[in-house]
């Protein structure tokens, strides 16, 4: 079945530093693409999206790529605040049926130091 | 506009004991999912209902089950509780049930099963 992968962390980086967290898929055909942050005590937000082949997906300075000859969609930020200090998930949308189920990676815990 | 709302927030149930969630989406969506988040197992699709149908359904037992009401909104019970069950269940919804459509989430029950 449909999975995603991502590297597990914890990551820690001081302010400014860059992101990079890892994602690779594995599906038929051109699932939708998401990345999703979980802050402390709350629900998921949808951070970007991209639904087909070499869409980037941005929001809030965090880029992600559709990558389909790696089957990959990196989350980057190019300078990172505490506020980025978060639970963050790669996930997927099946490419068949109508259906809106979202499989969704491990998770990435995220820490952002001063 | 409101946001998903869940209630309750927070509960504490025995095990053997059932439970019913309330899931109230967005003023206008129709389509409402439920995931079960663990440490252990991260986020994993529990249903998915479109206009009172259930249109799709996790690898999960036969004690969790669920419904949509004409108004949208959902419930979700499980029956004969087992410690295994505490998590944190989260809500979604969306105005289309279509592909890469983004989903917005309730802030979650966290269940606690002792």
């Known amino acids: 079945g449909d999975s995603v992968t991502q590297m597990e962390g914890p990551v820690t980086l001081s302010e400014e530093a860059f992101l990079t967290i890892n994602c690779t898929y594995t599906?038929?055909?051109?699932?939708?693409l998401f990345w999703y942050v979980q802050y402390p005590g709350e629900g998921l937000q949808l951070l970007l999206k991209?639904?087909?082949?070499?869409d980037k997906g941005s929001n809030k300075g965090f880029e992600a790529t559709y990558r389909k000859e790696t089957t990959s969609f990196h989350l980057e930020k190019g300078s990172v605040q505490v506020s980025d200090s978060a639970v963050y998930f790669c996930?997927?949308?099946?490419?068949?049926?109508?259906?809106?189920?979202?499989?969704f990676g491990k998770g990435t815990k995220l820490t952002v130091n001063p | 506009k409101a946001g998903v709302t869940q209630t309750p927030r927070y509960l504490i149930k025995t095990r053997g004991q059932q439970v019913t969630l309330s899931c109230s989406p967005i003023s206008g969506h129709r389509s409402v999912s439920w995931y079960q988040q663990t440490p252990g197992q991260g986020l994993q699709f529990l249903f998915e209902y479109f206009s009172e149908t259930q249109r799709n359904k996790g690898n999960f037992p036969g004690r969790f089950s669920g419904r949509q009401f004409s108004n949208s909104r959902s419930e979700m019970n499980v029956s004969t509780l087992e410690l295994g069950d505490s998590a944190l269940y989260l809500c979604?919804?969306?105005?289309?049930?279509?592909?890469?459509?983004?989903?917005?989430f309730g802030p979650g029950t966290r269940l606690t099963v002792t």
């Open positions: 599906a038929t055909g051109y699932p939708s």
């Open positions: 991209a639904t087909k082949a070499d």
């Open positions: 979604a919804s969306s105005s289309l049930m279509a592909r890469g459509h983004e989903q917005y």
């Open positions: 996930a997927l949308t099946p490419a068949r049926g109508g259906s809106e189920k979202l499989v």
